[in-house]
Nanobody, 122 residues
Framework: VQLQASGGGLVQAGGSLRLSCAAS????????MGWFRQAPGKEREFVAA????????YYADSVKGRFTISRDNVKNTVYLQMNSLATEDTAVYYC????????????????WGQGTLVTVSS
């Protein structure tokens, strides 16, 4: 599976962005998908994850109520809708795929996209 993340950019605090992650291959629906982020000087952290069918979803506490993960298995795409963005959300956002159950730990993911930069200004 190859993953291509897009949708990052510069936004003011309080604004919104929607990230997309397009996957190649015909087995996208077999994968749980996750979003992670890495801010400058910090370790990569979990943001959100969704299982193969969208029936199970996890969020990091820091984004709960502001971010929404979803997927379209026909378009082979997973999305991250980010609302009420804050400066602490500034990071490179990565999508990842895991052939298995939904997970929050990065080491469980098998495939990673290249990352898309989100910058939130005050």
């Amino acid at each position: 599976v190859q993953l291509q993340a897009s949708g990052g950019g510069l936004v003011q605090a309080g604004g919104s962005l929607r990230l997309s992650c397009a996957a190649s291959g015909r087995t996208f629906s077999s994968y749980a998908m996750g979003w992670f982020r890495q801010a400058p000087g910090k370790e990569r952290e979990f943001v959100a994850a969704i299982d193969w069918g969208g029936g199970s979803i996890y969020y990091a506490d820091s984004v709960k109520g502001r971010f929404t993960i979803s997927r379209d298995n026909v378009k082979n795409t997973v999305y991250l809708q980010m609302n009420s963005l804050a400066t602490e959300d500034t990071a490179v956002y990565y999508c990842a795929a895991e052939l298995g159950a939904i997970a929050t730990m990065a080491f469980l993911y098998d495939y990673w996209g290249q990352g898309t930069l989100v910058t939130v200004s005050s």
